[in-house]
Nanobody, 118 residues
C-alpha cells in the first residue's frame, strides 16, 4: 500500500551538501510518519529523525541536529533530507521508512548511497 523511493545520493567532499528525496506513494490508507535512517556495513542501522504525517511535526536525533533538515512538500509526495557540512563519518546508505503506526515502519525504500570524501 505504501511505496517509497529514495534519490539524491552521491559523492561529495567533506564540508559539502546533499539533498536526499524520498518519494512517497500511498495507494490505500494513510501513514503515521516517514523516518530517515542510515546504515554503514557492519554497524547497526541508525535512526536520524522523522516527520509526523498528519501534523508535520519533525524530530531530529542529536547526531544530525543543526546540520540536517527534514522537510515535506505541500502535496505530501516527497520528504527531503537536506544534509549540510557533511563529514566522512556521514558516509552510509540512507533510507526512508514509513508505517501506519508510530511503533512500526514496515515500508522501506531501496536506499541511496552517500559517500563523503576527506
Amino acid at each position: 500500500q505504501v511505496h517509497l523511493e529514495e534519490s539524491g545520493g552521491g559523492l561529495v567532499q567533506a564540508g559539502g551538501s546533499l539533498r536526499l528525496s524520498c518519494a512517497v506513494s500511498i495507494r490505500a490508507g494513510t501513514i503515521a510518519r516517514v523516518s530517515w535512517f542510515r546504515q554503514v556495513p557492519g554497524k547497526e542501522r541508525e535512526f536520524l529523525g522523522h516527520i509526523l504525517w498528519d501534523t508535520g511535526s519533525i524530530y531530529y536525533t542529536d547526531s544530525i541536529k543543526g546540520r540536517f533538515t527534514i522537510s515535506r512538500d505541500n502535496a505530501k509526495t516527497t520528504v527531503s533530507l537536506q544534509m549540510n557540512r557533511l563529514q566522512p563519518a556521514d558516509t552510509a546508505l540512507y533510507s526512508c521508512a514509513a508505517g501506519e503506526t508510530l511503533r512500526q515502519s514496515p515500508y522501506w525504500g531501496q536506499g541511496t548511497q552517500v559517500t563523503v570524501s576527506s
